[in-house]
């Protein structure tokens, strides 16, 4: 299909057939076999390719600037060993499979709020429209998970202060996006939802020191830490409780509750919990509007009524 | 460096090639005009790699049938995608995030084990270099709407509303699956009419495949957002600091001010009568209506029937 003049953009995907194709290596001589990659520099008396002349420099100046166009443009990488004088492809981050599994999942779930690196990239150019999962990323996420690959500390408002905290991981409970890290104004462990974060009336984050100037503990669960539930990191001391639920809400209950049902019958479930935080405990309760009652132990089912009889009968 | 040309060609080549496997094929009219050049401008930069064929001594090296324009002007992967496969280059940082939250979504959604997909997450995690923790809801009556999605069949369940005490029973042609502001959706119209309707999955009590059948529309859109601005109630109130973290998600907190004896005089905003109701309920027994005056019959009312139902029960 050629017109007789040399195109570089062929000639430089031919390069990188080559290297694919010559996968253990090949030499400057062995290139000069590729059509685009002819020359007439002298050889020596085995009929190789002679080293240092003009001819050879010019060769290996041409390839040396396809090796960098193939790298900048496609990611390809045909690296040159002085010590065997030797080229070499490297190996793909993605295996096929491996960019076909991550594609189909781009495909799937719509990733909002993020920039997609320019359509090309991979996963940037699905039709989004048949996506099943729209996931919202909170904008400031992006600027947090810089902080957190250099290790740079960072400051943001929240509830009209500043904090200071270096950011150990990110992640989402509820639909809402939290940075858990370590607050040095307090001194502790902190988790912060992340759409509560501002500062004059813009949600901003800025470093607040070096890259690399803080360590994340080894102890460090993030699992755990994303684990939001109140039951969970609640301080009250532990009560293990049982709720009876009525039998169409209790799918609703253990979505909203956890625990494991320990009896049952056609009109409810009872349901065993362990309770740490009483009052996020009681206000959920509630929200089940009768449909679900403490029955055990008393002082767990006097917590709702006891609340519910100050609010009924104060002035 | 490459030339402004030359660099501008592969990237339209990079673009076009990306839009012809990810969508599993394009037309070549729309892959023009998505990358601003003619067709017959795409047509001649396509060529090289259509026709990549060369020989070293007799052996053939080509890519001629990695990828395939056909008689419609379509392009599509034939074989395979060869110069991606090659890349070495990790996405950027920002797109390897977007990669790994979809990677992770769609672990947590599939049932059959997915190694590539594993693999290709475990790589992204350590591009991101940042611990990223996903939530995925997925409800039990998923599977059971989505399979009658996909059959083209009614889905019958029975639904709680929210705040309902009962659930009812529907019947839903299912055009449409799908997850959004962190709970599952379905969309379709009542089988006795009507117009189309969304409902939450985690709020079936059970689902089953019906019996009638259809044809899911082609394209249904997913709604930017559930207009609820109606139906919004708001209440200011004086209340503990502390006391806000303990109440009741969705809610909207304003801040008016601080009162500086640990107390916050703060406008919640929920959705809905219910909710209102429940927020009300939640409140401490201190905690002091500001606005409006009859919020407060409103609170005392509600407990007094949560009270009744509990000795009921």
Known sequence: ??????????????????????????????????????????????????????????????????????????????????????????????TPEERRAIIAAAATVDVEGLDDGGLGEVGSAVDDHAAQVIVSVHPIVARLRDAIATRTPVQFGL?????????????????????????????????????????????????????????????????????????SWGHDPCRTTRVRVEADHVAAFIGEFGGIIVDRDESSATIELDVRHYESFRNRILAFRGRAIVVSPPDMAALTVDHLVAIAGAE | MASP?????????????????????????????????????????????????????????????????????????????????????????????????????????????TPDLDHAVAKLRDVVAAELRMQVETPTCLAVVQKAHREGRSVRFRYLKDGASKPADREVFPDRVFAKWGHWYVTGREVDGGDPKHFRIDRMVSAEIGDLQFDPPPHVDVPDWFDLHQLERTVRVRLRRSSLASLRQPLRVKEIQDLGDGRVEVELTVTGDRRLEHLLVCLDPDTEIVAPSEMRDLQRQTARRLLASNESS
């Open chain 1, 1 to 94: 299909m050629s017109d007789g003049r040399e195109k570089p953009a062929e000639r430089i995907l031919r390069l990188a057939a080559y290297a694919n194709h010559a996968s253990a290596g090949f030499t400057l001589d062995d290139v000069t076999s590729v059509p685009g990659y002819e020359t007439n520099a002298p050889r020596d008396d085995m009929g190789d390719l002679a080293s240092g002349t003009p001819e050879w420099e010019t060769l290996r100046k041409k390839v040396s600037r396809d090796q960098t166009d193939l790298a900048q443009a496609w990611g390809i990488h045909v690296d040159y060993n002085p010590v065997d004088a030797v080229y070499r492809i490297r190996p793909p981050f993605f």
């Open chain 1, 159 to 231: 509830n009209g202060r500043v904090r200071h905290v270096a950011p150990w991981a990110l992640g989402t409970w509820r639909n809402r996006w939290y940075l858990v890290g370590r607050d040095f104004d307090a001194d502790a462990d902190r988790v912060f939802r992340l759409d509560r974060i501002e500062a004059n009336g813009e949600r901003t984050v800025e470093s607040w020191g070096a890259a690399g100037s803080y360590v994340i503990p080894e102890s460090f669960d993030a699992e755990a830490a994303f684990d939001l539930d109140p039951n």
């Open chain 2, 5 to 113: 040309g030359k660099q501008r060609d592969f990237e339209i080549l990079r673009e076009v090639l990306a839009l012809a496997e990810e969508r599993r094929w394009v037309a070549l009219a729309d892959a023009a005009a998505i990358v601003g050049v003619t067709v017959e401008r795409l047509r001649a930069l396509l060529e090289p790699v259509l026709f990549l064929e060369f020989r070293i001594g007799g052996e053939l090296i080509g890519q001629e049938r990695a990828f395939l324009l056909n008689e419609r002007d379509e392009l599509t992967v034939d074989e395979h995608h060869w110069l991606r496969d090659l890349c070495a280059d990790p996405p950027s940082p920002d797109a390897a995030l977007r990669l790994l939250i979809a990677g992770l979504e769609m672990q947590a959604l599939t049932m059959v084990p």
